[in-house]
Each structure stands twice: as structure tokens, then as C-alpha cells.
């Protein structure tokens, strides 16, 4: 059973658009989730990370919101570069000192220049 | 650059033969992980370790094996290669504990033939 969700397989979006990728989990117990970006025939790199306690992070042309009574959070990348063209993994920390990650099946991203 | 190699690159092997994937860090880290990316189910952990000689399964341990004598070196073992197992491999690293980043390798493509 998934407990991380992207429902999305793939998005398209306009260069200079909005990008909005989502994510829905199931466990309320998850308190800490991350966004990878990944290039073909490369490793995920880590983009922004939101904790619980805050509904909000933003990094640059990112930001990621948390609304933890949906269980859902969601990556805005404003404005989309075709450079910004890749997959994006959410991923939810499972808890305990360990860091075990739980991902998400990946949305791939195509900026249209 | 997170300081994470991984070896080999790239293989491909024959059904029923044993296949070591090497994952070397230079960071010190405490935390290193193996995952797999299949299409579909995203990277899924397959083990982790906590330390020198300290390891424990993952979500999908079954036919894989482990083993980290080396602070700097985290070992992938098939101990007989199924078609299953085509996968990409990625190695992680992490400071671990509460809040932490995964840093990931650039990954191994296995073919079972």
C-alpha cells in the first residue's frame, strides 16, 4: 500500500509558467518531507524540505506547502525554466533516528520552452 | 557534489549469478542506505546501515544482502541474480537522526539477463 502518492505521472507547463506538483500521504504520524529532483541517468538531488510545524517553505523559485489535516503537500517551482525539466519524488521521513525515507512514484516534469 | 561514488556503473549479468554493487563515500557519514528505482514504484529501500558492521532490512530485502566493514564503504550483495532484479540501484548517505537530508549517488543500471 503507497504511503507516499503522486497521482500525477507527468505534467507539462509553458516556460515562465507555474509548476505545481502534488503529493498526498497516508500516515499522519509523518512529520518531515523532502522533494528530489532527477535528471536521467543521475542520482536524486535534494531540492526543499518542510517540516510539520510549519505549513510553508520557500527556496528561491521554489516553495513547498504542507496542509497536514488533508495529508497533502505540493511544490510550486514559479516561474518553470526548461531547465526544471525532470522527475520530482516527494518523500516523507518514516520516523526514528534511522531517517528512512518513504517515496513517492515520481511526476515527470516538462517545461515547454 | 555529495561525495558518493558507486561501482560498478554499469552491468549486466546472467540469471543465478552473484552481483556485489559497491557504494563509497568520503563525508564520513554515519547513515548509508541502498535503494532501487523501478518504473512505477519509485526508489524503494532495500537496506540500510547505522554504522560499522550495523545493518537492517529495508522494504524489499528479500535476495539482497549487505555488509559494511568500513565506515567509507556500504556493500550490495545479489547473492544469485533473479530478472527481478534489473533495476537501478542508488546508494544514499545521510548525517541521520530527526530531520535529516538523504544525499544520493549517480547509481548502478543492472541488467539480468
Known amino acids: 500500500d503507497q504511503q507516499v502518492k503522486q497521482n500525477s505521472p507527468s505534467l507539462s507547463v509553458q516556460e515562465g509558467r507555474i509548476s505545481i506538483l502534488n503529493c498526498d500521504y497516508t500516515?499522519?504520524?509523518?512529520?518531515?518531507f523532502l522533494w528530489y529532483k532527477k535528471y536521467p541517468a543521475e542520482g536524486p538531488t535534494f531540492l526543499i524540505s518542510?517540516?510539520?510545524?510549519?505549513d510553508k517553505n520557500e527556496d528561491g523559485r521554489f516553495t513547498v506547502f504542507l496542509n497536514k489535516s488533508a495529508k497533502h503537500l505540493s511544490l510550486h517551482i514559479v516561474p518553470s525554466q526548461p531547465g526544471d525539466s525532470a522527475v520530482y519524488f516527494c518523500?516523507?521521513?518514516?520516523?526514528?533516528?534511522?531517517?528512512?525515507?518513504?517515496f513517492g512514484t515520481g511526476t515527470l516534469l516538462a517545461v515547454q520552452p | 557534489d555529495a561525495g558518493i561514488t558507486q561501482s560498478p556503473r554499469h552491468k549486466v549479468t546472467e540469471t543465478g549469478t552473484p552481483v556485489t554493487l559497491r557504494c563509497h563515500q568520503t563525508?564520513?557519514?554515519?547513515?548509508m542506505y541502498w535503494y532501487r528505482q523501478d518504473p512505477g514504484h519509485g526508489l524503494r529501500l532495500i537496506h540500510y546501515?547505522?554504522?560499522?558492521?550495523?545493518?537492517d532490512k529495508g522494504e524489499v530485502s528479500d535476495g539482497y544482502s549487505v555488509s559494511r566493514s568500513k565506515t567509507e564503504d556500504f556493500l550490495l550483495t545479489l547473492e544469485s541474480a533473479t530478472s527481478s532484479q534489473t533495476s537501478v540501484y542508488f546508494c544514499a548517505i545521510s548525517v541521520g537522526g530527526r530531520l535529516d537530508t538523504q544525499y544520493f549517488g549517480p547509481g548502478t543500471r543492472l541488467t539480468v539477463l
Open positions: 546501515s547505522y554504522g560499522v558492521k550495523d545493518t
Open positions: 518523500a516523507a521521513d518514516a520516523g526514528g533516528a534511522t531517517n528512512k525515507l518513504i
Open positions: 518542510i517540516s510539520s510545524i510549519k
Open positions: 500516515n499522519s504520524m509523518f512529520d518531515y
Open positions: 563525508e564520513n557519514h554515519r547513515y
